[in-house]
């Protein structure tokens, strides 16, 4: 059974830092590129960040461009975002999503972890 | 930056179709992918490629895309299928993926 469990969130101030992580299990990790996606309080889905599965490949969000960094350790079946500098508008419940073999979509996501960014 | 439009909410009565619509500039020419998301839930996957669905969701969901509009429809709607819908692409051109804003489904 594919999982993903994030972990790493809570509070912190406006101009702080943060680190999440997404365990995952299930399934071939190294082959799966893993993407970061975010949800503010009552609002809709937003793409943060994807990384291949050999972290090739990197993309970025303009609204965080900068500001966080993605990661990945197969060995670790593990994929990071690394979140500085901060804002109140970062605050989300931010999900880890497996994209399916590199065409783009979603088909596993896990359950989030709140990240509220406020003094 | 590529746009992708849904409108706010649709409302349906049980045993009827919905229809929920997604715009963008030529979409007709990406892929697109639809996800439902209950309250309080993470979002589910439920049609990709347009019109593929994942296993387990059921025929009652299909996609299609054509010109500037995509589409979800939502065949003999449930009591069970009011969620919030998201449509998605990746732009190429920019290397970034986008949602649409979202589609509330109210089930009457």
């Known amino acids: 059974e594919v999982q993903l469990v994030e972990s790493g969130g809570g509070l912190v101030k406006p101009g702080g830092s943060l680190r999440l992580s997404c365990a995952a299990s299930g399934f071939t990790f190294s082959s799966y590129s893993m993407n970061w996606v975010r949800q503010a309080p009552g609002k809709g889905l937003e793409w943060v960040s994807s990384i291949s599965s050999s972290s090739s490949y990197i993309y970025y969000a303009d609204s965080v461009k900068g500001r966080f960094t993605i990661s990945r350790d197969n060995a670790k079946k593990s994929v990071y975002l690394q979140m500085n500098s901060l804002r109140a508008e970062d605050t989300a419940v931010y999900y880890c999503a497996r994209d399916d073999l590199g065409r783009h979509y979603f088909d596993y996501w896990g359950q989030g972890t709140l990240v509220t960014v406020s003094s | 930056s590529y746009v992708l439009t849904q409108p706010p909410s649709v409302s349906v009565a049980p045993g009827l179709t919905a229809r929920i619509t997604c715009g963008g500039n030529?979409?007709?020419?990406?892929?697109v992918h639809w996800y439902q998301q209950k309250p309080g839930q993470a979002p589910v996957l439920v049609v990709y490629?347009?019109?593929d669905r994942p296993s387990g969701i059921p025929e009652r969901f299909s996609g299609s895309n054509s010109g500037n509009a995509a589409t979800l429809t939502i065949s003999r709607v449930e009591a069970g299928d009011e969620a919030d819908y998201y449509c998605?692409?990746?732009?190429?051109?920019?290397?970034?993926?986008?949602f649409g804003g979202g589609t509330k489904l109210t089930v009457l």
């Open positions: 998605q692409v990746w732009d190429s051109s920019s290397d970034h993926l986008v």
């Open positions: 490629d347009d019109s």
């Open positions: 030529d979409i007709g020419y990406k892929s």
